[in-house]
């Protein structure tokens, strides 16, 4: 009686396996290659080649529950809702929220940060940050991946002016506006560096 575990020599070399890897690997390409060439060429427009997403012209949406880039909520004066409690520094695995509290103008108010920090380069978005603030001043549902490239270090700190001004964009031109200001970031950012 033959076991399932027994294989053919034929098996154990491995060849069909391979022969068929590279048949299908090679109708892929051939596919996305005449397609890419019709389109070029003005036809079969409507038929998709490739299967990736053509970043940035095309965009995947994020869902609703996307842990995005950060922000730091508002009051209904504008000014923000944080209390610089350090909870969310405290509570953070990756040590990368700096908050320097100071005393408020207002007497009502206890203290505020003067400033806020986050090192988007030793964020793992993880989230606890948000669930360890307890005046719901932090929040990551932006629907905007974080930053993936500038020319220094500093490009990926991102400062108190920058989380808030994410909820004034948020509120005034919805969930895409965001993104939007993103991707003309990077246009600008890459023609001044071709201009200097």
């Given at each position: 009686?033959?076991?399932?575990?027994?294989?053919?020599?034929?098996?154990?070399?491995?060849?069909?396996?391979?022969?068929?890897?590279?048949?299908?690997?090679?109708?892929?390409?051939?596919?996305?290659?005449?397609?890419?060439?019709?389109?070029?060429?003005?036809?079969?427009?409507?038929?998709?080649?490739?299967?990736?997403?053509?970043?940035?012209?095309?965009?995947?949406?994020?869902?609703?529950?996307?842990?995005?880039?950060?922000?730091?909520?508002?009051?209904?004066?504008?000014?923000?809702?944080c209390t610089a409690c350090y909870l969310c520094a405290t509570a953070c695995p990756a040590n990368?929220?700096?908050?320097?509290?100071?005393?408020?103008?207002?007497?009502?108010?206890?203290?505020?940060?003067?400033?806020?920090?986050?090192?988007?380069?030793?964020?793992?978005?993880?989230?606890?940050?948000?669930?360890?603030?307890?005046?719901?001043?932090?929040?990551?549902?932006?629907?905007?991946?974080?930053?993936?490239?500038?020319?220094?270090?500093?490009?990926?700190?991102?400062?108190?002016?920058?989380?808030?001004?994410?909820?004034?964009a948020l509120a005034e031109g919805g969930r895409d506006s965001l993104m939007v200001q993103m991707?003309?970031?990077?246009?600008?950012?890459?023609?001044?560096?071709?201009?200097?």
């Amino acid at each position: 009686m033959k076991r399932k575990n027994d294989m053919t020599l034929w098996e154990r070399l491995y060849v069909p396996e391979v022969l068929r890897g590279l048949s299908v690997t090679t109708f892929h390409f051939l596919r996305n290659m005449s397609l890419h060439t019709l389109h070029s060429l003005g036809f079969a427009e409507k038929t998709k080649a490739a299967y990736t997403t053509q970043y940035p012209e095309e965009r995947k949406r994020y869902p609703d529950t996307y842990r995005g880039s950060h922000r730091l909520t508002l009051k209904e004066d504008n000014s923000v809702r944080c209390t610089a409690c350090y909870l969310c520094a405290t509570a953070c695995p990756a040590n990368c929220i700096f908050i320097e509290a100071g005393e408020h103008p207002d007497p009502a108010v206890e203290k505020f940060p003067v400033r806020y920090e986050i090192d988007t380069l030793r964020c793992i978005y993880c989230g606890m940050c948000v669930e360890a603030c307890p005046c719901d001043a932090i929040r990551m549902d932006t629907y905007v991946h974080p930053r993936i490239w500038g020319y220094t270090r500093a490009d990926f700190i991102e400062p108190k002016e920058v989380l808030m001004n994410r909820s004034h964009a948020l509120a005034e031109g919805g969930r895409d506006s965001l993104m939007v200001q993103m991707l003309e970031s990077y246009k600008d950012t890459d023609q001044r560096a071709l201009i200097s």
